[in-house]
């Protein structure tokens, strides 16, 4: 491959690829098919791309097909043979690189396949949910501001103590109502401010605001990778994110915290090659916020995310969609698994 290959824009894509002749020789491999197969470009390129797969047959018939006109493009799912590891299922999808008598193998992991799709609804949720909170606060205020008016002046013409203080009911209830509207639209009023962060600094702040609201019966675990790198981003809404997390973690603790048994843990790591949001990261922060309470509920896993969707009396529902909000913004992406006696939220944010 020389420096002029056309190819090498395949070298920045998350997929798999590899460009091969009409026999399946590799005339091109990228890093990603590179890293997946565990063996050096140098040793792909020459190679028989079919001998990668569990069954060969498959991608012979479809380099025959495509090589005769019969299809634009042929897909089908395989498993790819990996040095020291089980087989990888990928869908395989094989195209013409017009004009040349060369084909284009595209391999997607299933698994990657099936996350890409889950980012894709989150995605398409998280901007959902915003318009939807930006166009009921602004159709909630107008109203509540005419009924906070109207009972102040009200309660100015009424001389009964009594009426008065269903009119003091009215303002207080306007005002709760005027403080969730105005934490509904926070995200979206307060400017991006980036500098330089260092998570270790955003995971301690948290740390020292936790044990000071739960001081007894809660352990907080620290367990940093110290080698990760200051980024650019916004400190304060890094620390807002991770201790909305931490702070839903220690409200499911209760129970826990009365045995003295409860644990809180903050792991950070390094990711390499990463794929989230479409896009491929050479490296990438993992925070990790786990908890051993009792799991987020079956009701509301799905929707954890969603404004409004609480799993505990009394609460807004908004700290975990705030936190996504401001890890998005961040071009980050939140995930949460959840079982029994193990809560983890896992935030992704690219490095530089």
């Known amino acids: 491959m020389t420096p002029s290959s056309p190819f090498l824009p395949y070298d920045l894509l998350a997929t798999l690829v590899a460009v091969v002749r009409t026999d399946a020789v590799v005339v091109f491999s990228n890093a990603a098919l590179e890293d997946a197969l565990g063996i050096s470009r140098r040793t792909i390129v020459g190679s028989s791309l079919a001998d990668v797969f569990t069954e060969d047959g498959p991608l012979r018939d479809a380099i025959q097909g495509a090589s005769q006109n019969t299809f634009a493009a042929l897909r089908y799912d395989a498993f790819l043979r990996r040095v020291g590891l089980e087989p990888l299922p990928v869908h395989v999808i094989v195209t013409r690189a017009d004009p040349s008598n060369q084909f284009v193998v595209e391999l997607v992991p299933l698994e990657q396949q099936t996350r890409q799709e889950r980012e894709e609804r989150l995605a398409e949720q998280a901007q959902a949910n915003k318009e939807l909170i930006r166009n009921l606060a602004h159709e909630i205020k107008n109203p509540l501001g005419g009924i906070r008016g109207a009972a102040q002046l009200l309660e100015m013409e009424i001389d009964s103590t009594g009426l008065t203080e269903y009119t003091q009911v009215i303002i207080r209830e306007a005002d709760r109502l005027q403080l969730l509207v105005d934490r509904l639209l926070a995200p979206h009023r307060r400017p991006h401010t980036v500098g330089d962060v260092n998570i270790h600094e955003v995971c301690e702040r948290v740390r020292s605001l936790i044990l000071a609201e739960f001081p007894k019966g809660l352990r907080v675990v620290r367990d ?5 790198p200051e980024f650019r981003g916004d400190r304060e809404q890094l620390i807002q994110t991770v201790l909305n997390i931490a702070h ?19 792991c950070t790591r390094v990711c390499r090659q990463v794929t989230f949001d479409k896009q491929r990261y050479r490296l990438a922060l993992e925070l990790h916020v ?32 705030l936190a996504q909000t401001f890890v998005q913004q961040h071009h980050g992406l939140i995930e949460v698994e959840s079982v029994p006696g193990r809560t983890d939220f896992k935030i992704l944010i690219p490095l530089p």
């Open 224 to 228: 940093y990778d110290i080698s990760i």
């Open 248 to 266: 839903n973690a220690c409200q499911a603790l209760s129970e826990r915290m009365g045995q003295g048994d409860a644990n809180l843990t903050f």
């Open 290 to 321: 786990v908890d051993n309470g009792p799991g987020i509920p079956d009701s509301i896993k799905d929707r954890i995310f969603y404004p409004l969707v609480s799993g505990r009396d009394g609460g807004s529902g908004l700290g975990l969609t």
